[in-house]
Structure formats: structure tokens, C-alpha cells
């Protein structure tokens, strides 16, 4: 059976405020991107983050475009994607800009290591991967990275931390 769609700029779309409503229902991990090398490392949190593919290994992650990562990613090439455990939300909480800290001073005293990349690593977040930048799709706020997943490692001894309706929580059960 065939639907006819119409094309995506014969409809009008959803505005921001209303989208942002929906989708705060959708629970999401937390994690920290992260790129640069000592001195000028940039972190952020990010909820938006996917596995592309597991052969080869590829995920994506969605980064605002006026964020200070976003540049220093595509000029390095690398970045790495932490995923947060739930005793982690104040690292969440600086990461996403609300303590008034930026660039460097964000990794502060915190445990970071470097993979095969050179991109921080927060050595204790639940996994990371460590990635080569291999594309990105850049739109009008935010651009779509791609990367291929060249190490990684994992401690999943803990809850994780995740995102749902406009606040940080943690999964129940286990």
C-alpha cells in the first residue's frame, strides 16, 4: 500500500515551544560530549545521541551550532560520548551550562583519560566511546555529527541518569 506524502515544505510545522512539549515525554540517556585536548577542551550534556550502526560502529550526536563544541569538533575531527550514571546530575547540571562555568574549567578536577582519539574521557561515566568525526549534517541550529566508534569502555555497575519531562531522574528497578 502506497501513501502519498506531502513534502516537507508544502506543510507547516509544528512551532518550537509546542515540539519541545511533546518531546520532553520522551525519556532520554544523559551524556557528555566531549572534545579538545588539555587547555582547550569543551564538554556539553547531550540527551541527543544514537547508535547509527553496530557494523560498523557509528553513532550520531546532535550539537547546537552556537555551542563552543560545536567548532572545536569539526576543526579536531574527534570527539568522545560519556554516558552518565545517576550520581552524576551535578556533572550534568555544569556540563549543561548551569553553574556558570565554560570550556576548560568545566572538567575541573574530574577523571579524565584519553583513548585512541586524544578526546577526554570521563574515566568514570557508565561507558564510553571514544570517536573519529566521519560526517556531519549541518541545519539551520544544530548540526548531526557522525562517528565512528574507534574505543571504548564501560563500568555499568551503576544506575543511569536520564532525562524525561524537564528534569534529571533514575530508572527504577535492579
Excluded at 502506497?2 to 509544528?14: A, E, H, I, W
Excluded at 560530549?33 to 541527543?48: D, F, H, I, K, Y
Aim: glycine share 12%; aromatic share 8%.
Amino acid at each position: 500500500m502506497k501513501f502519498d506524502k506531502p513534502s516537507g515544505d508544502s506543510v507547516d510545522g509544528l512551532d518550537g515551544a509546542a515540539y519541545r512539549e511533546l518531546m520532553r515525554n520522551q525519556v532520554t540517556g544523559v551524556s557528555i560530549v566531549a572534545s579538545g585536548s588539555p587547555g582547550r577542551r569543551v564538554g556539553l550534556t547531550a540527551t541527543s545521541v544514537s547508535s547509527l550502526s553496530a557494523a560498523p560502529a557509528k553513532l550520531l550526536v546532535c550539537v547546537g551550532r552556537a555551542n563552543q563544541a560545536h567548532n572545536i569538533v569539526c576543526e579536531v575531527g574527534y570527539f568522545s560520548v560519556n554516558f552518565l550514571g545517576a550520581k552524576q546530575r551535578a556533572l550534568a547540571e555544569r556540563f549543561a551550562g548551569k553553574c556558570g562555568v565554560d570550556g576548560e574549567a568545566r572538567f575541573g578536577d574530574m577523571n579524565w583519560v584519553t583513548m585512541a582519539t586524544g578526546a577526554p574521557v570521563l574515566g568514570d561515566s557508565l561507558a564510553s566511546l571514544d570517536c573519529v568525526l566521519i560526517e556531519s549534517h549541518t541545519f539551520s541550529t544544530h548540526s548531526i555529527f557522525i562517528g565512528r566508534v574507534v574505543a571504548g569502555r564501560a563500568d555499568g555497575n551503576e544506575k543511569p541518569l536520564v532525562y524525561f519531562q524537564g528534569g534529571y531522574t533514575e530508572l527504577a528497578g535492579n
